[in-house]
Protein backbone atom coordinates (compact mmCIF):
# COMPACT_ATOMS: atom_id res chain seq x y z
CA UNK A 1 0.00 0.00 0.00
CA UNK A 2 3.40 2.15 -0.47
CA UNK A 3 2.20 5.70 -1.38
CA UNK A 4 -1.74 4.50 -2.73
CA UNK A 5 -4.18 7.03 -3.34
CA UNK A 6 -6.50 5.29 -0.44
CA UNK A 7 -5.64 2.85 1.81
CA UNK A 8 -9.16 0.94 2.99
CA UNK A 9 -8.64 -0.77 6.43
CA UNK A 10 -10.27 -2.74 9.16
CA UNK A 11 -10.47 -1.42 12.16
CA UNK A 12 -12.34 -3.19 14.75
CA UNK A 13 -11.25 -1.87 18.52
CA UNK A 14 -10.96 1.04 19.91
CA UNK A 15 -8.20 -0.36 22.62
CA UNK A 16 -6.59 -3.57 22.44
CA UNK A 17 -8.76 -5.95 23.59
CA UNK A 18 -7.72 -8.13 27.03
CA UNK A 19 -7.16 -12.04 26.54
CA UNK A 20 -5.65 -13.69 22.92
CA UNK A 21 -3.66 -11.76 20.95
CA UNK A 22 -6.26 -9.29 18.51
CA UNK A 23 -6.58 -10.09 14.77
CA UNK A 24 -7.88 -7.09 13.84
CA UNK A 25 -6.56 -3.45 14.12
CA UNK A 26 -7.29 -0.71 16.56
CA UNK A 27 -8.42 2.75 14.96
CA UNK A 28 -5.32 4.16 15.87
CA UNK A 29 -3.17 1.04 14.57
CA UNK A 30 -5.41 1.85 11.26
CA UNK A 31 -4.22 5.28 11.19
CA UNK A 32 -0.69 4.16 12.27
CA UNK A 33 -0.28 1.88 8.97
CA UNK A 34 -2.07 4.62 6.55
CA UNK A 35 0.49 6.91 7.67
CA UNK A 36 3.72 4.71 7.57
CA UNK A 37 2.51 3.38 4.27
CA UNK A 38 2.21 7.06 2.87
CA UNK A 39 -1.82 7.02 1.88
CA UNK A 40 -2.88 9.84 0.80
CA UNK A 41 -6.53 8.76 2.50
CA UNK A 42 -7.38 6.70 4.73
CA UNK A 43 -11.00 4.62 4.73
CA UNK A 44 -11.92 2.39 7.64
CA UNK A 45 -14.35 -0.25 7.76
CA UNK A 46 -15.44 -3.22 9.51
CA UNK A 47 -15.68 -1.12 13.43
CA UNK A 48 -17.42 -2.53 16.41
CA UNK A 49 -17.73 1.55 17.77
CA UNK A 50 -19.44 3.12 15.46
CA UNK A 51 -22.51 2.97 17.38
CA UNK A 52 -20.97 3.63 20.57
CA UNK A 53 -18.21 6.25 19.95
CA UNK A 54 -17.88 7.13 16.74
CA UNK A 55 -16.05 10.45 17.21
CA UNK A 56 -13.49 9.19 19.61
CA UNK A 57 -12.74 6.06 16.79
CA UNK A 58 -12.22 8.67 13.79
CA UNK A 59 -10.49 10.97 16.52
CA UNK A 60 -7.89 7.97 17.20
CA UNK A 61 -7.58 6.82 13.71
CA UNK A 62 -7.64 10.72 12.27
CA UNK A 63 -4.56 11.55 14.98
CA UNK A 64 -2.32 8.50 14.09
CA UNK A 65 -2.98 9.11 10.10
CA UNK A 66 -2.38 13.15 10.45
CA UNK A 67 -5.31 13.83 8.61
CA UNK A 68 -8.79 13.45 8.54
CA UNK A 69 -10.48 9.96 8.16
CA UNK A 70 -13.49 8.54 6.28
CA UNK A 71 -15.92 5.95 8.04
CA UNK A 72 -16.95 3.95 5.20
CA UNK A 73 -20.53 3.45 5.69
CA UNK A 74 -23.70 2.94 3.58
CA UNK A 75 -23.61 4.93 0.58
CA UNK A 76 -20.03 6.31 1.35
CA UNK A 77 -18.45 7.04 -2.01
CA UNK A 78 -14.80 8.29 -2.56
CA UNK A 79 -13.40 10.14 -5.55
CA UNK A 80 -9.74 9.27 -6.66
Do not use: C, Y
Not at 24 to 31: K, R, V
Amino acid sequence: ARDADLLLSEATWLEVPGGAEPLHLTAGQAGEHAARAGAAELVITHVRWMNTDRDGGLERASTAFGKPVTLAEEGTRVTL
